[in-house]
């Protein structure tokens, strides 16, 4: 949800005058990519984004997000939208034969960091896609919602575009549905977010890729399947997202009109087709600044409050470049530290492999790709989809075993990673367990029927940092 906006209301004219400087700073961004890669910088890099869930000594959440932050007193950490969560925001490294390594001595080190102040309020941390722990009083935003403005807004403005309630209604094997006057139900879910930095004149490439590798990565991390209880999607962030946030009023959501949390408009030419879309959304918070229009400032707040699945930044590195890169949003956290590395790993090295393989990375119609995003989303690894060579369809399973690993390894080699035996070996073994954070939790809770009991062995297992394909029943 970002970081802190000014604390007050906006009026008639403050968003006139945001949406007049959103347009000016756009026709600026199209100077820039008038100008072409000189001015952009050509480095592959890699970030992360891990958001993690507090818990007390019962494995319930924990309200305890401001304490720990406090305590930390670091820029590596940050409130999420519920008291229960936090983030841990990443160092960035350059995507080379030591970003593994590099990668993992600072997701650690930050996690430790973070585990030993939570101990200090008898807390641990722990990582799921959507905590099973969680119920409904969960979501009393005077109890629970962190102590930032921004989010107070956010649910006047939704409720305000949307002239009614939020309201959440999905099916998997039992029926979700919820409503609420404010976006607390957005705090259901804890995802990782990887941010891929990209040359400019491949860039539209990229995004394409990264359309394609999100299908797959999805379903083979899939872990968010309990909902308040019920057995919903193997990846339910998404269909709580996509509502959660949902700004369209009846009229518009009546005429399709897209949500704010989306998969795509479709392929695109430049990312100044992504850039131009931003202007079909209303605008969240018009905080009016007086700054130089290549400071952007405007349009990377308005562009933040649209959560595509594969979100495009523009934004400038410490020499000064202007970059280029995709912000990966589709993985939940969890459920392990080695299991997060590996899907950080298999979706990087999988976009990688499918640019270097030349195929024609439009050969699936847009609407079977974006139909196979959301079938994946409900059914994880048990789900048939166009593979993106052909365009058949087959067994996601069964594409990852061949196609999936070989392209993951192509990629990763590129960018001479190639000491990734135990990435490889899990992204198999996973595949070929058909186990992971989803299915084992619905297993689980099909044979024991008690979130308590599912909390403590999964803990359990993730505190051993056990990849979740060994994990028993």
């Known amino acids: 949800m970002g970081s802190e906006i000014s604390n007050r209301e906006f009026t008639k004219e403050d968003f006139t005058a945001f949406k007049n400087a959103c347009l000016r700073e756009l026709e600026y961004i199209k100077s820039l990519f008038a100008k072409g890669s000189n001015i ?18 019962a494995n319930l959440p924990a309200p305890l997000n401001k304490e720990i932050l406090n305590d930390l007193h670091s820029p590596y950490f940050t409130n999420e939208l519920a008291k229960y969560d936090l983030e841990i925001n990443g160092n960035v490294f350059e995507l080379d034969a030591n970003a593994p390594q590099s990668l993992e001595k600072d997701l650690h080190a930050l996690w430790d960091q973070a ?10 941390l722990g990582l799921f896609g959507v905590l099973p722990s969680l119920e409904l ?11 930032m403005h921004r989010y107070t807004l956010v649910s006047q403005r939704i409720k305000e575009l949307r002239h009614e309630s939020v309201k959440i209604l999905f099916h998997g094997e039992d029926e979700v549905s919820l409503q609420k006057d404010d976006v607390m139900f957005e705090a259901l879910g804890t995802s990782l977010q990887i941010h891929f930095q990209i040359p400019f004149d491949e860039a539209v490439e990229y995004y394409h890729a990264a359309l394609l590798a999100s299908v797959a990565v999805l379903g083979f991390a899939a872990n968010s399947p309990l909902v308040l209880g019920k057995r919903a999607w193997h990846e339910s962030r998404i269909a709580i997202f996509e509502q959660s946030v949902d700004t369209r009023d009846k009229i518009r959501r009546e ?8 998969f795509a408009h479709g392929y695109i030419d430049s ?3 992504l850039f131009e879309q931003n202007k079909a959304f209303k605008i969240i918070f018009a905080d009016v600044k007086d700054t130089p229009e290549s400071d952007l400032h405007h349009f990377n707040l308005h562009n933040g409050t649209i959560w595509r699945w594969i979100r495009p930044i523009l934004d400038r590195d410490k020499d000064g470049k202007h970059t280029l890169r995709l912000e990966l949003r589709v993985l939940p956290s969890g459920p392990s530290l080695i299991d997060t590395q590996t899907n950080i790993w298999f979706f990087i090295g999988l976009i990688q492999g499918l640019i270097k393989s030349n195929i024609d990375l439009r050969k699936i119609l847009f609407e079977t790709l974006k139909d196979d995003f959301y079938t994946v989303a409900k059914t994880g690894l048990e789900t048939e989809f166009h593979e993106p060579i ?6 996601l399973k069964e594409w990852i075993l061949t196609d999936g690993l070989r392209l993951t390894k192509m990629g990763l080699s590129s960018f001479r990673i190639n000491n990734t035996a135990n990435f490889m070996n899990i992204i198999e073994q996973r595949t070929l367990s058909g186990q992971n954070g989803a299915s084992w939790q619905l297993e689980h809770f ?11 062995y999964y803990m359990k297992n993730s505190k ?7 994990w028993s029943l």
């Not at 585990?115 to 641990?124: G, L, R, V």
């Not at 099909?446 to 403590?456: G, T, W």
Request: charged share 30%.
């Open 390 to 395: 052909n365009a058949e369809k087959i067994s």
């Open 271 to 273: 990312w100044l087709d």
């Open 137 to 147: 009083k969960h979501f009393n935003k005077v109890l629970y919602q962190s102590d």
């Open 464 to 470: 051993q940092n056990i990849p979740v394909h060994e």
């Open 446 to 456: 099909k044979k024991y029927n008690s979130i308590p009991k599912l909390m403590e």
């Open 255 to 262: 005429h399709g009109e897209e949500t704010r949390v989306h």
């Open 115 to 124: 585990q030993k102040s939570a101990s200090k309020f008898n807390a641990q």
């Open 40 to 57: 952009f910088s050509d480095k592959y890099r890699i970030g992360y984004e891990l958001e993690v869930c507090i818990l007390n000594s």
